[in-house]
């Protein structure tokens, strides 16, 4: 019932910025969290950052004071600022959400994930 589409991946150089955005649509009465998880090959999948509804938010340990996240509630739009990037920042990143629909209630939906690639 909730669709998520990613953007603002790409390559980009060590020390250099990505912005990722992903959007939220379909019959939505609330969001209740929306963040990002990333992936990296031959890895598990690991939390990256989160929002909820109230606007509190978490980090990963490896990301705290790099990334950071917001949302635009009148877009149903959640954010990604990072800055800093390290080559072990490469992965797909993830879009996330816990949502409530008028059919379905609150659940999970992900994206398809955005690559971002740290590479000199």
């Known amino acids: 019932q909730v669709q998520l589409v990613e953007s603002g991946g790409g390559l980009v150089q060590p020390g250099g910025s990505l912005r990722l955005s992903c959007a939220a649509s379909?019959?939505?009465?609330?969001?209740?969290?929306m963040g990002w998880y990333r992936q990296a090959p031959g890895k598990q999948r690991e939390l990256v950052a989160t929002i909820v509804s109230g606007g509190d938010t978490i980090y990963a340990d490896s990301v705290r004071g790099r990334f950071t996240i917001s949302r635009d509630n009148a877009k149903n739009t959640v954010h990604l600022q990072m800055n800093s990037l390290k080559a072990e920042d490469t992965a797909l990143y993830l879009c996330y959400t816990n949502s409530r629909t008028y059919t379905y209630g609150s659940h999970d939906t992900w994206g398809q994930g955005t690559q971002v690639t740290v590479s000199s």
């Open positions: 379909g019959m939505i009465v609330r969001v209740n969290v």
